[in-house]
């Protein structure tokens, strides 16, 4: 009877493989891996599959080798794991001629937020930040480093670095294998970041690193705390996930619930009784709620006295009530059966059931750190629920990656896996968590491949490093911005390094606006203290570069429906609170929202300001390169 058990199980297993083999071929979508025809080239490239064998063995061969050997290795692993996580950290820097700044729409969201607290406007208090508070703890470096284009993206690579490092470092304790440390973290980086993406042609800040700094802390702190269970350890970790929900609230208050749950169910699952259980969980979360208010309170309280003002936590949400409101509000009834999330929530599905057993029955903090992920993994996976799209799904799968690495490392550990000389029976393979494992680790070697060889990606090895901009090498013809072309509206020319090196007069159209805002402020003698609007696509951009706040409390041109503000700008100035508008009708900006930035706002404009000059801008892209004009308005006294 045993034995018809265990043959009826292994039959199960076989038949859920298949099953999940059959749906990756024939109904998950992967085109997203594969649209990019640069990356699609190296599925057929004969060097990344040899690449990804060779990975593959470098696994199992590690596992044969002895102790001094391993720790040898181990050493060179981490410095390999260093260097090329301080490479990636390094494409991050660029300047104000850097082609970035052509993504208006998500670079300019965030810098507006760092410009403004920068010139002394404060968050929760008269500006809403779309991506949270924070600007609060990059505003001290920036008074050291003065605020640019390049301080502020030098900051975010800092901090995209110190991420990678941080999970890189986690991996390597948790794991014996160190050889699947280095196939793991390169998998799970070309995935995270990589694999759907066009990263770093597109830098996209609002995730890499601000959504993925305070997670990564989450789990370092946490991973100290569940070695060493104190009361210093747990409450340094609690402070760290409260100031996690000033920094972005919507992932913030995700690693805190995480954190506060994993932690009160360790107190529950070492109690002998339902009731000493049930009052151990209750008071855990309650200890953990309280460093959150008190900090939040004291926050606020700072607010009073300095400001005269309570800290208006609710402008934080405003941005978040328009994007929900905007999708279903069943979330997850929008998302299909064709989409590889099945995967992501089939890992945490096994996960959630895996820990939550084994920590009733042995006190192993690697089993507590799967719970952390595996909850975190489900609370950020909301994202994904509202914004169904593949890059967003690659961009919060990471937890349930770090979980599988881990999973293949206790595998590895019960059989060594010494396949190279078993491979040649079939009987190694009746075993289906071996036939998993080896699959597993297949996959994160040939993702390990695909990111070894990512810089043969077109606009990979066309990303300009901040250093060759200093070199001046007139050969170098790497691509800056893009300028209309000669043959029609939708016709472009690409702006090179070599262009720009043979006449330094050449500007990029975010350039030409400010040093036109510029000039209309000196001919008309317009004061910092003056209140100035500055409506347009690059208005964090033009604000930085004059060092003047702005006296609307909006995220930035573009996103001002996203936080619910078109009624408060109309009123602003039909009140006319400004002394000048500046009014950059950009055809990018005009088209954000159709009539509110076509109709309204020229309507209330003209009845509450005189137009006082117009003057041409060079041309921007939207469905074609379109004229734009610059208006100057003054205040009808």
Not at 43 to 58: D, G, H, Q, S
Not at 224 to 252: C, E, H, R
């Amino acid at each position: 009877m045993k034995l018809d058990n265990q043959l009826s199980t292994k039959y199960l297993q076989w038949f859920f493989i298949v099953f999940l083999l059959y749906f990756s071929f024939f109904i998950v979508s992967w085109e997203s891996y594969t649209v990019i025809g640069s990356r699609k080239l190296l599925l057929t490239n004969p060097f990344v599959w040899l690449l990804a064998f060779l990975f593959l063995y470098f696994v199992f061969f590690y596992e044969i080798l002895k102790q001094n050997m391993k720790v040898k290795l181990s050493r060179y692993i981490k410095i390999l794991i260093i260097l090329s996580v301080l490479y990636i950290g390094y494409h991050v820097p660029f300047n104000e001629l850097h082609g970035y700044n052509e993504n208006a729409q998500n670079f300019q969201n965030v810098l507006h937020a760092i410009v403004q607290v920068y010139l002394g406007k404060v968050i929760y208090y008269d500006i809403i930040s779309q991506y949270g508070g924070f600007p609060f703890f990059l505003k001290p470096i920036l008074l050291l480093t003065g605020v640019s284009v390049l301080s502020v993206s030098a900051i975010f690579g800092f901090i995209l670095a110190t991420v990678f490092l941080i999970w890189a470092f986690i991996l390597s304790k948790v794991i014996e294998n160190k050889a699947l440390v280095l196939v793991g973290f390169f998998g799970y980086v070309y995935i995270h970041l990589y694999s759907t993406g066009l990263w770093p042609y597109q830098l996209t800040f609002f995730y890499y690193p601000i959504r993925i700094l305070f997670p990564s802390l989450m789990i370092l702190a946490a991973f100290f705390y569940f070695k060493n269970p104190n009361n210093k350890n747990f409450l340094v970790t609690v402070f760290i996930l409260s100031l996690g929900i000033i920094w972005n609230v919507d992932v913030g208050i995700v690693c805190f619930l995480a954190f506060a749950f994993v932690t009160a169910f360790d107190k529950f699952c070492n109690q002998d009784s339902l009731l000493r259980r049930l009052k151990s969980f209750i008071y855990r979360i309650l200890k953990c709620f309280i460093v959150p208010i008190v900090l939040l309170f004291f926050v606020s309280l700072y607010y009073k006295l300095s400001l005269g003002s309570w800290a208006d936590y609710t402008m934080q949400f405003a941005v978040h009530e328009y994007y929900i409101k905007g999708r279903t509000t069943l979330g997850m009834s929008r998302l299909s059966l064709d989409g590889t999330w099945i995967y992501i929530f089939l890992t945490y599905l096994f996960s959630l059931n895996y820990s939550m057993y084994y920590m009733f029955r042995r006190n192993d903090y690697i089993d507590k750190i799967i719970l952390l992920l595996t909850i975190f993994g489900i609370g950020s996976f909301s994202y994904h629920a509202y914004t169904y799209v593949p890059q967003v799904a690659a961009r919060v799968s990471y937890p349930a990656l770090i979980i599988i690495i881990i999973f293949l490392d206790r595998e590895l550990r019960k059989d060594n896996l010494k396949i190279f000389s078993k491979i040649k029976t079939l009987n190694y393979f009746n075993n289906p968590n071996k036939f998993i494992t080896f699959s597993l680790i297949c996959f994160f070697s040939f993702c390990t491949s695909l990111f070894v060889m990512e810089y043969k990606v077109d606009f990979n090895s066309e990303h300009i490093k901040i250093h060759e901009f200093y070199l001046k090498d007139l050969r170098n013809s790497k691509r800056l911005w893009h300028a209309p072309g000669p043959n029609g509206i939708r016709s472009t020319k690409i702006i090179r390094m070599s262009d720009y090196f043979a006449n330094e007069d050449l500007i990029p159209r975010w350039k030409d606006r400010y040093i036109k805002v510029k000039r209309l402020i000196s001919k008309y003698e317009i004061e910092k203290n003056e209140k100035v609007i500055i409506f347009s696509t690059w208005d964090a951009y033009i604000y930085m570069k004059l060092q003047m706040k702005s006296p609307l409390s909006i995220p930035n041109s573009y996103h001002i429906m996203q936080a619910n503000q078109g009624q408060y700008v109309l009123d602003h100035i039909k009140n006319k609170k400004a002394d000048w508008i500046f009014f950059d009708k950009d055809p990018f900006l005009l088209h954000a929202k159709y009539s509110y930035w076509t109709k309204e706002i020229p309507e209330i404009l003209s009845q509450s300001y005189n137009q006082v000059e117009i003057i041409p801008l060079m041309d921007n892209y939207h469905d074609g390169w379109r004229q734009t004009n610059l208006i100057l308005y003054k205040k009808i006294d």
